[in-house]
T-cell receptor
Framework: GAGVSQSPSNKVTEKGKDVELRCDPISGHTALYWYRQSLGQGLEFLIYFQGNSAPDKSGLPSDRFSAERTGGSVSTLTIQRTQQEDSAVYLC?????????????FGAGTRLSVL | GQSLEQPSEVTAVEGAIVQINCTYQTSGFYGLSWYQQHDGGAPTFLSYNGLDGLEETGRFSSFLSRSDSYGYLLLQELQMKDSASYFCAVRASGFQKLVFGTGTRLLVSP
């Protein structure tokens, strides 16, 4: 596609429920990142995928968070047993291997609200 | 680990020039990037410095001094639409991820 696409744009859920957030990167981009941004804060790195390499999961805050990337394209971030502190905007970004990880293209994000 | 410091807020008037500073600490260094984010919007890439010196892109310029672990973003001929948050980000050598600063909120007034 023309840009990074994320869905849903907004998600309201009840505490304890599981949620799945989807990211469709720019076609041809081999690198994909997930970030979390709380209101008025910076971007917190969650996980990074590059081609067929093992993902860098070092930013995942707990074992309730997981992500997968199927076929080197679409990625799904799953949060199990959501907590109120999980409320944030979840941003996905992708980049070309040739330009490196410094130039990333972001989606509009999914705003997650846990009641 | 890596850490970045930038001012939380900067105010300026239309037509003025503003400089947003960023100091960083990393174990190794592989580039300083700048991103702009309007309220409710996605971060967008502005500029990248891999080597010392000034990079110019239209009204925006970015500077890097690796010996001082310091960089800045310079915005000239400010416009109201430049009101946004600006984030610096570093990539440490050996790491594939960017670490972002907490952002500087720029408010441009008429």
């Amino acid at each position: 596609g023309a840009g990074v696409s994320q869905s849903p744009s907004n998600k309201v859920t009840e505490k304890g429920k599981d949620v799945e957030l989807r990211c469709d990167p720019i076609s041809g981009h081999t690198a994909l990142y997930w970030y979390r941004q709380s209101l008025g804060q910076g971007l917190e790195f969650l996980i990074y995928f590059q081609g067929n390499s093992a993902p860098d999961k070092s930013g995942l805050p707990s074992d309730r968070f997981s992500a997968e990337r199927t076929g080197g394209s679409v990625s799904t971030l799953t949060i199990q047993r959501t907590q109120q502190e999980d409320s944030a905007v979840y941003l996905c970004a992708s980049s070309l291997r040739s330009t490196g990880e410094n130039i990333q293209y972001f989606g509009a994000g999914t705003r997650l609200s846990v009641l | 680990g890596q850490s970045l410091e930038q001012p939380s807020e900067v105010t300026a008037v239309e037509g003025a020039i503003v400089q947003i500073n960023c100091t960083y600490q990393t174990s190794g260094f592989y580039g300083l990037s700048w991103y702009q984010q309007h309220d409710g919007g996605a971060p967008t890439f502005l500029s990248y410095n891999g080597l010392d010196g000034l990079e110019e892109t239209g009204r925006f310029s970015s500077f890097l001094s690796r010996s001082d672990s310091y960089g800045y973003l310079l915005l000239q001929e400010l416009q109201m639409k430049d009101s946004a948050s600006y984030f610096c980000a570093v990539r440490a050598s050996g790491f594939q991820k960017l670490v972002f600063g907490t952002g500087t909120r720029l408010l441009v007034s008429p």
